[in-house]
């Protein structure tokens, strides 16, 4: 079983920016595509971005040109740069590996909390 280890979060003003990362228990470049994804309160789970193991990158139309997401080989992690934030970015942020569908578990993912 892989470990998704989520970190970053935190409280922010509108307009502000986080950088969210995600350690992974094995190497980042085994894994076909990672994956960030958030849930807020009462709303299911939705993907905001995804980075293939070709380099390539997909957002969710509400953060493009807001996040970007990154691989570190060295550090083995992936990570979310977030500016611009909206308070309707509030929410727990995870990260799971799979081209098409989350393979692993989820983690304890990282809180982010925008305020207006």
């Known amino acids: 079983q892989v470990q998704l280890v989520e970190s970053g979060g935190g409280l922010v003003q509108a307009g502000g920016s986080l950088r969210l990362s995600c350690a992974a228990s094995?190497?980042?470049?085994?894994?076909?595509?990672m994956g960030w994804y958030r849930q807020a309160p009462g709303e299911q789970r939705e993907l905001v971005a995804k980075?293939?193991?070709?380099?390539?990158?997909r957002y969710a139309d509400s953060v493009k040109g807001r996040f970007t997401i990154s691989r570190d080989g060295a550090k083995n992690t992936v990570s979310l740069q977030m500016n611009s934030l909206k308070p309707e970015d509030t929410a727990v942020y995870y990260c799971?590996?799979?081209?098409?569908?989350?393979?692993?578990?989820w983690g304890q993912g990282t809180q982010v909390t925008v305020s207006s």
């Open positions: 094995r190497s980042i470049f085994s894994f076909n595509a």
């Open positions: 980075v293939f193991s070709g380099g390539t990158t």
């Open positions: 799971n590996a799979g081209s098409y569908v989350p393979l692993y578990d």
